[in-house]
């Protein structure tokens, strides 16, 4: 994003802005649902949950991400993220269908 807004093109920046914001928006939906669906019983504390932890997760994650890019391990430290998410999004699906 910053890359785009200083890249002096204002296409590129909107356009850098509709992918980081479609890229960052497009999991809710999905998480709180499946938060709702695993605790029927109290699904407003499940959805509350989830709003809590990616508020932290977020807090916590901008703070790290400068440190290492301050410590120049900024690109190690987003293939390690890169590595996290292809995990989790493998096994995701597999503990979905055994749980549901």
Do not use: H, K
Request: no cysteine; net charge neutral.
């Amino acid at each position: 994003m910053t890359i785009a807004l200083t890249a002096g093109s204002p296409g590129l920046a909107v356009v850098g802005a509709l992918v980081v914001g479609l890229v960052a928006g497009i999991s809710f939906a999905p998480a709180f649902t499946g938060a709702a669906a695993l605790y029927p019983g109290s699904p407003a504390t499940a959805i509350g949950f989830v709003n809590g932890f990616g508020a932290l997760t977020i807090l916590a994650g901008t703070a790290l991400a400068g440190l290492a890019f301050a410590e120049d391990v900024g690109v190690w430290s987003f293939g390690v993220l890169a590595a996290l998410w292809a995990v989790s999004a493998v096994v995701t699906p597999a503990w979905r269908s055994r749980s549901g």
